[in-house]
C-alpha cells in the first residue's frame, strides 16, 4: 500500500469529526439520556470517570478508525459519494452488525444498538465523505 497517496490532513479532520459527532450525538438533549438509562448508568457513574484518558483514547480510536478508512479509500478514484458509501457500508455493515452480535449474547436492548449503531454509521459516513473530497 502506498501510504504517500494519504492526505494525513483529511486523517486528522476526519478523526476530529468522529470526536465531536460522539460529543452531540450522546449529549444529554440527543441520545445521553436514553444511553445512560439503557446502560443503567446515573450521572454520577459518567461523571465519576477519568474523563481525560476516556476522551484521550475515545480520540485514539476515532484516529485509528480514520486510518483504517483511509486505507480501504486509497483510491484517486473515490470521491465524495464513494467515501460517503464506503463509510456507511463500514458503520452499519462492518460495526454495526458486529455490535449487534455482541449484544444479541450480551442481552443489551435494540434501543442501545439503534443509538451506539447508529453512531457508528454516521460518524463512519461522515468521516467517508471527508476523506472522499479531500484527496
Not at 443489551?108 to 460518524?123: C, D, E, M, Q, R
Request: proline share 1%.
Amino acid at each position: 500500500m502506498d501510504m504517500s497517496t494519504i492526505n494525513w490532513w483529511a486523517v486528522l479532520v476526519a478523526a476530529v469529526s468522529c470526536f465531536a459527532v460522539g460529543g452531540i450525538w450522546y449529549a444529554p438533549a440527543v441520545f445521553g439520556k436514553a444511553w445512560m438509562r439503557e446502560n443503567k448508568l446515573t450521572d454520577a457513574d459518567v461523571q465519576g470517570g477519568n474523563m481525560a484518558k476516556i476522551f484521550g483514547l475515545a480520540f485514539l480510536c476515532g484516529l485509528i478508525a480514520s486510518v483504517n478508512l483511509a486505507f480501504f479509500m486509497n483510491d484517486p478514484s473515490i470521491g465524495v459519494q464513494e467515501g460517503a458509501m464506503y463509510g456507511f457500508l463500514t458503520g452499519f455493515g462492518w460495526v454495526g452488525t458486529f455490535v449487534g452480535m455482541h449484544y444479541l449474547y450480551e442481552q443489551k436492548s435494540f434501543t442501545l444498538w439503534l443509538i451506539n449503531a447508529g453512531y457508528s454509521t454516521v460518524a463512519l459516513t461522515l468521516m467517508g465523505v471527508i476523506l472522499g473530497a479531500w484527496k
